[in-house]
Protein backbone atom coordinates (compact mmCIF):
# COMPACT_ATOMS: atom_id res chain seq x y z
CA UNK A 1 0.00 0.00 0.00
CA UNK A 2 1.35 3.57 -0.89
CA UNK A 3 1.05 6.33 1.17
CA UNK A 4 -0.04 9.10 -0.59
CA UNK A 5 1.46 12.61 0.56
CA UNK A 6 -0.76 15.71 -0.21
CA UNK A 7 1.22 18.88 -0.43
CA UNK A 8 0.03 22.02 1.32
CA UNK A 9 -1.94 24.74 0.12
CA UNK A 10 2.20 26.39 0.23
CA UNK A 11 3.31 24.42 -1.47
CA UNK A 12 0.42 24.21 -4.49
CA UNK A 13 0.75 28.08 -4.67
CA UNK A 14 4.54 28.16 -4.55
CA UNK A 15 4.98 25.43 -7.21
CA UNK A 16 2.40 27.53 -9.30
CA UNK A 17 4.35 31.02 -9.09
CA UNK A 18 7.81 29.64 -10.00
CA UNK A 19 5.70 27.44 -12.75
CA UNK A 20 4.17 30.52 -14.36
CA UNK A 21 7.33 31.69 -15.69
CA UNK A 22 6.81 29.49 -18.33
CA UNK A 23 3.02 30.17 -19.16
CA UNK A 24 4.30 34.15 -19.65
CA UNK A 25 6.95 32.51 -21.90
CA UNK A 26 4.72 30.76 -24.00
CA UNK A 27 2.18 33.96 -23.98
CA UNK A 28 5.32 36.37 -25.43
CA UNK A 29 6.09 33.54 -27.51
CA UNK A 30 2.96 33.90 -29.58
CA UNK A 31 2.88 37.42 -29.94
CA UNK A 32 6.03 37.33 -30.94
CA UNK A 33 6.10 34.72 -33.52
CA UNK A 34 2.69 33.49 -34.11
CA UNK A 35 0.96 37.28 -34.09
CA UNK A 36 3.91 39.28 -35.49
CA UNK A 37 3.48 43.17 -35.91
CA UNK A 38 5.18 46.11 -34.30
CA UNK A 39 2.01 45.90 -31.79
CA UNK A 40 2.32 42.55 -31.08
CA UNK A 41 6.07 42.54 -30.21
CA UNK A 42 5.48 45.18 -28.00
CA UNK A 43 2.99 43.45 -25.84
CA UNK A 44 5.37 40.57 -26.11
CA UNK A 45 7.59 42.53 -24.05
CA UNK A 46 5.39 43.57 -21.64
CA UNK A 47 4.44 39.64 -21.15
CA UNK A 48 7.85 38.97 -20.92
CA UNK A 49 9.03 41.39 -18.42
CA UNK A 50 5.52 40.30 -16.51
CA UNK A 51 6.76 36.83 -16.69
CA UNK A 52 9.65 38.08 -13.90
CA UNK A 53 7.35 39.18 -11.56
CA UNK A 54 6.27 35.94 -9.61
CA UNK A 55 9.64 34.26 -9.49
CA UNK A 56 11.42 37.50 -8.17
CA UNK A 57 8.28 37.74 -5.50
CA UNK A 58 8.44 33.97 -4.85
CA UNK A 59 12.80 34.45 -4.43
CA UNK A 60 12.38 37.23 -1.99
CA UNK A 61 9.32 34.98 -0.10
CA UNK A 62 11.88 32.28 0.14
CA UNK A 63 15.02 34.76 1.12
CA UNK A 64 12.36 36.04 4.32
CA UNK A 65 11.61 32.59 4.99
CA UNK A 66 14.74 31.81 4.88
CA UNK A 67 14.35 28.56 2.31
CA UNK A 68 15.27 27.55 -0.39
CA UNK A 69 14.04 28.23 -3.56
CA UNK A 70 14.65 24.53 -4.96
CA UNK A 71 13.79 23.51 -8.55
CA UNK A 72 11.33 25.91 -9.10
CA UNK A 73 13.26 28.69 -9.09
CA UNK A 74 16.06 27.17 -10.86
CA UNK A 75 13.57 26.24 -13.76
CA UNK A 76 12.13 29.61 -13.46
CA UNK A 77 15.86 31.99 -13.52
CA UNK A 78 17.01 29.19 -16.03
CA UNK A 79 13.91 29.85 -18.84
CA UNK A 80 13.16 33.61 -18.53
CA UNK A 81 16.52 34.67 -19.48
CA UNK A 82 16.85 31.83 -22.20
CA UNK A 83 13.81 33.08 -23.35
CA UNK A 84 15.09 36.86 -23.06
CA UNK A 85 17.70 35.91 -25.20
CA UNK A 86 15.85 34.37 -27.90
CA UNK A 87 13.16 37.44 -27.82
CA UNK A 88 16.56 39.70 -28.29
CA UNK A 89 17.91 37.84 -30.98
CA UNK A 90 14.73 37.76 -32.67
CA UNK A 91 13.02 41.37 -31.82
CA UNK A 92 15.56 42.98 -30.29
Known amino acids: ?3 EMKKT ?3 IVSDNMWGSS ?9 AFVIVGGESAV ?3 WILYFAGWVPPICMAVWCAVRR ?20 YWFLHG
Open 22 to 30: ALFCVAAFA
Open 1 to 3: MEV
Open 67 to 86: RSPGVGGAFAFTILPLFGLL
Open 42 to 44: RVG
Open 9 to 11: PEQ
